[in-house]
């Protein structure tokens, strides 16, 4: 909510008329509390673009009992990317079945194939690609359980053309708050800025455990979208280049330059991407938080402040001790919620699955086409796409923990920020450059292949590194888990 409440249509109600509300002072709780399908929110993506709202908005909703989340966002922040961070949070298991769906028929079509495998295998990719977008866009019509659930959205909820129930809802937050199971926080930078913000999570926590708190970063949705289209436009060009230069006289080494030059680039890219980007959203929730002031919030409306800011202190005894509250309880906010140096489950999602799209396709061109491996050791090509695969999928998650560390240590003793930079970039580069050389070149054609043709059995070496990165990726969740359910366990400051 968090929000200019459209305050420029109607008057605002005098000072002594705005009050917050308990459940014992709505008559009709029948009557106010109100919800909108979440699948409903996921299909208009008109809804996060302004506060202002008509009657058709709020016929969206209907009278509820309870509601199955809150959701708190700024006015003032990205409407794409807080529906593409909505979208991918809801329903990114959806793209992932409605990829697999489409991939895995299709893969096993490549295999039928009696000739151009390798073109066939570029096709079902792009196509796994396109599957895996539709799926998310349109996962509320495959989800359809998921999509029913009740959700409150300020403009859907409270009528914004009547000043009076405009005013009625407004007062009463608390009440949907309290009817609510969680409180979906879709944070953008401004969000602890906005008195609104502060109220609801104020609100929520006098109710409710932190653990029924969600945070969804639409910093890190950006983040992980401009990664993937990296990646993806990697793959694409590389793969384009092979087919291109299948004729030509540079055959053998075109695609191999061609290789080496852009992922060198796109590790550039992700380097940069996670120290300028990742980083330092990281950093910003944190500090948001550590210094977190109730007066430095601020509403459009001075009246709202002054009422907002009395409503707090009297819920908490004081302003400084609901502050106190908020950073105790911050480590336990979002039971979903990973470790400050890594990337969430959405987002570790959102940034493997070029990875997924290509492991089958390849794989089935490989042992299909007589021109792609030879018979006789097929399974060592497949062995180098799937090292391929998993050292590139665990690339962005791996370099986003690399650089978060640094910089938390490099903080701590005084090292500047460039030296970080240069370390990263340095760990980037030897990491593709193991990642190449162990089985990179395998993703492409077996003239590639020969050009990094270790001696067996030494190319089993690289199922070490493999192995590592998945063991980092998995420890660094599993951890998490217990180091959060130590969390749970322990004394809260309410």
Known sequence: MCSPRND??????????LRMRSSSD????????RGVPVGVIASKWSLFRGPEAHRDTYELSKPVGTLDAFISHSWTGSPLWKQISLLTALYLREGYIAMLAVLIPLSIGVYILPAYQELASVVVELIGAVAICFGVIYGYRLAKKKSRKMVFLDKCCIPQDDPAAKERGIC?????????????????ADYFSRLWCVFEVASFLRTHSPDAIVLVSTLQSRFCISVTGCEIAVLVTVILTDLVFEKHPLAFYGPLIVLIVLEVIVTLVICLEVMS???????????QVESFRVEEAQCTLPEDTRVLRQTIARWYGSEEQFEDSLKTNWPRLGATQI???ALSRRSLGIVMFPYFIIWAPRIACLISSPTMAP???WWLYVRDVLIACVMLACRTPLFAFVACKLTTSAGRHGVPNWVVVIVVLCFGLLYDTTEIVGGGVALFDSSLATQFDLPEPYGWIFVVPACACILAIWWTYRGHALRLRGLRSGPQKM
Not at 8 to 17: I, L
Not at 181 to 186: P, Y
Not at 277 to 287: D, T, Y
């Open 8 to 17: 420029t249509q109607h008057p605002p109600p005098p000072p002594d008329r």
């Open 26 to 33: 709505v008559s009709s709780l029948t009557q106010l509390l």
């Open 172 to 188: 009463s937050i608390s009440v949907f708050l309290r009817h609510s199971d969680k409180l979906v926080i879709f944070w953008t």
């Open 277 to 287: 980007g990742f980083v330092p959203a990281k950093a910003k929730l944190n500090r």
């Open 339 to 341: 470790p400050e140096w």
């Open 375 to 377: 018979r006789d050791n």
